[in-house]
């Protein structure tokens, strides 16, 4: 019986198992913080070329949302406002759903981009910013020569 039980394998399966849980409790490399009353929803991908993220931010005018690079971290923070009216002071809230606030969302980019090329566009609620990839610096090569 012993033979079907390989001792070394036992312990290889152990290795694996035990780095898979420790791989369950590292962040996903991506958010670094969250701050604010409310958190807006986001997403960023990765193309060949640029790396792009989108932020759902209705009902916030563009002026009052800061975008900002520093390395390889973006933040974007704003303030959405709750209007109110004179006439709707005495009014009575059954159900209230839509968040109000200041909100700072910072997310460490999965590749350095050149911060002279980003580019940010709001349309629809949706702030979207660009950010074409630096150009990867490849190193010199140097020859071997045969004295």
Known sequence: MRALVPERGLAGIRREVDRLFERLWEPDGLEVTMAGDWIPKLEV?????????????????????????????LTIKGEKKQAQ???DRDERYYRMERAYGAFARTIRLPAPVDPKKVKATFKNG????TMPKAPVESGNLIPVTIE
């Open 45 to 73: 991908s990765e193309a060949k070329d640029a790396v792009t993220a989108r932020v759902e931010v209705p009902g916030i005018e563009p002026k009052d949302i800061q975008v900002a690079l520093e390395g390889q971290l």
């Open 85 to 87: 009216e004179e006439k």
């Open 126 to 129: 949706v702030l979207t910013v």
